[in-house]
């Protein structure tokens, strides 16, 4: 395993901005990166993954106002979350799986992530 340790959740209002980080302890040439979010009483959701070779996707709840990045420099891994709502309140989590590319033809399952950070927590209220 990894380490990933995230930072920067927190309470926003709705319509404000935060920026999730990853920092990733470990490299690998090829790999699959992905944020995820858990809502009290809800299943773990995926939010947006990244490939090493660049492709991103997105669920179509945050596509428009989420960006998830990376700084190779860094070993960082972000996401840029604007416009939030009220609904986008959950723990996040960052995890990723070596070795592979993501999938962009379904959507990728929790369980196919092998190393996970300890969530940020992001509250939006109205």
């Known amino acids: 395993e990894v380490p990933l340790v995230e930072s920067g959740g927190g309470s926003v209002q709705s319509g404000g901005s935060l920026r999730l980080s990853c920092v990733a302890f470990?490299?690998?040439?090829?790999?699959?990166m992905g944020w995820f979010r858990q809502a009290p009483d809800k299943e773990r959701e995926l939010v947006a993954t990244?490939?090493?070779?660049?492709?991103?996707s997105y669920a179509d709840s945050v596509k428009g106002r989420f960006t998830i990045s990376r700084d190779n420099a860094k070993n960082t891994l972000y996401l840029q979350m604007d416009s939030l709502k009220t609904e986008d309140t959950a723990m996040y989590y960052c995890?990723?799986?070596?070795?592979?590319?993501?999938?962009?033809?379904?959507?990728?399952?929790?369980?196919?992530?092998?190393?996970w950070g300890q969530g940020t927590q992001v509250t939006v209220s109205s």
């Open positions: 470990g490299y690998a040439s090829r790999y699959c």
């Open positions: 990244l490939s090493t070779d660049g492709p991103t």
């Open positions: 995890a990723a799986l070596y070795g592979v590319w993501c999938r962009f033809d379904r959507v990728m399952a929790v369980t196919e992530f092998t190393d």
